[in-house]
């Protein structure tokens, strides 16, 4: 019998997972467009802070600096140095031990010439390196000076080649001589356009032995190789100037005797260098911590460090055409873990199915929302304003009538008991069929009957007229007003689609924002309210749509303090200047004669401001509303509503 055995699954995401709910992102994009931020900045805000569970960004660059500090205090980078002058110090002192008790002049000599050696460990090396020793473990301890020092430079070209010398094989160190030699001749036939994969494969086979990674190709080797030596060149940049030069002075001497291998390795370091110029020349790195670290080691740990600082700028993300696909996942996986490649991956797939769904796209390398993800903004800011309305019947804000006599929607609902609308035959069957499948009769049951709605209402052109003026901000009004603004849109379009909508945003100038525009108003920053030339634009759009109820909405915190001279140039002055109030008034007499009545939404409790809209109103026959800043919604939505019923609200 075939026995199974069952446990959790940790090779990535979960693939029974849940999809992606791309609308509850979206959402999330929404609220932060209109809490005031930039649609850009939104998602870019979305993807720092992560979704539904799974951290963002930030969380992974938390993680990646904490990894950063952890590796620059695990140790410090000088103790090749340090082991050097252990073992010297322990070389000296069993020759001293050796010739303490022997009673000759020579041996005085010799312990004159131990005591005379120099403070600097390179050069008290170099002078007993023609020392005769009495002592033969001094001898032996003096001579694993120059196998560390070797073993410790191979290492810091190839990791894990201290290891392999370690192993006791005298042919190692010949092995990885004519592996350096065959790299050298394939990288120089790679340069010529000579190296074929064949040629790598057969490198790999003879020399596999000191590339635990096995990389695939001569480029996966070469990005390896270049890394490391570039780490190397680090570490010797980050000691003080006087332990380099003595780092160096040692290496030197350790492999003075061996041309063909000092040949081999500046010929594989310029090689290195001349394909991947951009990993070398990196500042030096600071390692604070009490333990040494050897050559090997702390090359290891520099190459730590430098792809925790790449994985630091990718996870930054501020630089021009940042994207999240920038992001190496291997980086991630290195230094954070399974579980961060998939906080990573959900990430990336959040955007895709922004993308996939239609509510993203990329412009120039950046990802930009389209306008179907503003119009689900619009229902977003729509949502926030309706959940503000106190209860009352605003809950389905069109009227639907009985008979024929109303105009028909195109929609359908289920029939309650004393609807008396039209019943929409088609639907009915259609809902009996499905419940009882194909057969040679049709039986209608009371949830099939399905009725074609109607409703009475009358086309209207609505014209928002939006203040855009610099106090808008500093009275931190501006936010509710772009809610509005994306609300009242998303409303007519939904409820309303033959209601023809603009908006007008007015500071010094006036202008039509288009629909796919709305998300990311802002203020300006310009000096002026320029309500005149904001109620001219507003007059050519009703003119436009003579058959058409006129709707006309402003939203201010000020009263008129700019104006369109007859050049077309605009003009400023505090307190208002009679021109401006002349004109600005002129246009709202041009508005009665077309029939619009004006809403206008106070904000603020300005005396100035508080004269001037009712002088309008009462010019004008329209209302006045003294809102505050978090009921603005409401009350322009509600204006809109009761209007387009055919009823007013009293002021």
Not at 633 to 641: A, I, K, N, P, Q
Request: aromatic share 6%; with cysteine.
């Amino acid at each position: 019998m075939t026995r199974y055995r069952y446990g959790g699954y940790h090779e990535g995401p979960d693939p029974l997972a849940a999809p992606f709910d791309v609308a509850s992102a979206l959402d999330e994009i929404g609220d932060r467009v209109l809490d005031g931020a930039d649609p850009r900045e939104a998602l870019r805000d979305l993807l720092r802070r992560g979704s539904e569970g799974r951290r963002g960004l930030d969380d992974l660059l938390r993680k990646a600096r904490q990894r950063r500090r952890d590796l620059q205090e695990s140790g410090n980078l000088d103790g090749t140095l340090q082991e050097v002058r252990e073992l010297l110090d322990q070389a000296v002192e069993l020759e001293r031990n050796a010739l303490f008790p022997d009673p000759s002049d020579n041996a005085r000599m010799r312990e004159a010439e131990l005591n005379a050696l120099p403070d600097d460990t390179a050069r008290a090396v170099q002078e007993l390196g023609n020392y005769q020793w009495t002592s033969q473990e001094a001898q032996q301890t003096f001579d694993r000076i120059k196998e560390l020092l070797q073993q410790e430079v191979l290492d810091a070209q190839f990791k894990g080649m201290k290891e392999a010398l370690q192993s006791g094989d005298p042919q190692a160190m010949e092995r990885i001589k004519d592996m350096m030699s065959d790299l050298n001749a394939m990288l120089a036939a790679d340069a010529r356009g000579e190296h074929t994969q064949a040629d790598f494969d057969a490198f790999m086979e003879k020399h596999g032995e000191f590339f635990p990674d096995k990389p695939e190709n001569l480029e996966e080797l070469v990005e390896s190789l270049a890394r490391r030596a570039a780490a190397a060149e680090r570490l010797m940049n980050s000691l003080t100037p006087e332990q380099r030069a003595e780092l160096n002075e040692l290496m030197q001497q350790a492999m003075g005797d061996d041309l063909d291998l000092q040949m081999q390795m500046s010929q594989l370091g310029e090689g290195l260098r001349e394909r991947r110029p951009d990993l070398f020349n990196r500042r030096p790195a600071r390692m604070n911590g009490d333990n040494p670290m050897g050559m090997g080691d702390g090359t290891s740990a520099l190459e730590e460090l430098a792809d925790l600082e790449a994985l630091e700028e990718m996870l930054n993300q501020d630089y021009p055409g940042a994207s999240i696909d920038d992001v190496d996942e291997e980086l991630v996986r290195n230094a954070l873990g399974r579980q961060a490649v998939d906080d990573l991956e959900a990430l990336k797939r959040m955007e895709r199915e922004l993308e996939r769904a239609g509510y993203l796209t990329r412009t120039g390398g950046e990802s930009e929302l389209t306008p179907k993800a503003v119009r689900r903004i619009g229902q977003t800011a729509l949502r926030r304003v309706f959940s503000s309305l106190k209860a009352g019947p605003r809950g389905n804000h069109d009227i639907h009538d009985a008979g024929a006599s109303g105009e028909l929607t195109g929609a359908s609902r289920p029939w309650r008991f004393g609807d008396e609308q039209p019943l929409d035959v088609v639907k009915t069957v259609s809902n009996a069929i499905r419940r009882n499948g194909i057969g040679d009769q049709v039986r209608l049951d009371v949830e099939d009957f399905e009725i074609r709605e109607t409703e009475t209402r009358t086309r209207a052109a609505v014209c928002l007229l939006v203040d855009q003026s610099f106090s808008m901000v500093l009275n931190d009004t501006w936010r509710e007003a772009k809610t509005t603004a994306l609300a009242l849109h998303a409303l007519a379009e939904s409820q309303f689609p033959q209601d023809a909508i603009c908006v007008i945003g007015f500071a010094n100038m006036a202008r039509m924002v288009p629909a796919a525009e709305l998300a990311s108003l802002d203020v300006p920053g310009f000096q002026g309210t320029n309500l005149q030339h904001a109620l001219m634009l507003a007059g050519r759009f009703l003119d436009k749509h003579p058959d058409a109820e006129p709707v006309v909405l402003v939203v201010t915190d000020g009263e008129p303090t700019a104006h369109l001279e007859r050049d077309g140039q605009w003009s400023f002055g505090w307190p208002p200047s009679p021109e401006t109030l002349a004109v600005t008034l002129a246009e709202v007499d041009k508005m009665t004669r077309r029939g619009a009545s004006m809403s206008i939404f106070r904000l603020g409790d300005d005396p100035r401001l508080e004269q001037f809209v009712e002088g309008v109103a009462r010019r004008n026959g329209g209302q006045v509303f003294a809102s505050s800043g978090n009921r603005l919604g409401d009350y322009v939505v509600t204006d809109y509503l009761a209007r387009r019923k055919g009823r007013r609200r009293s002021a």
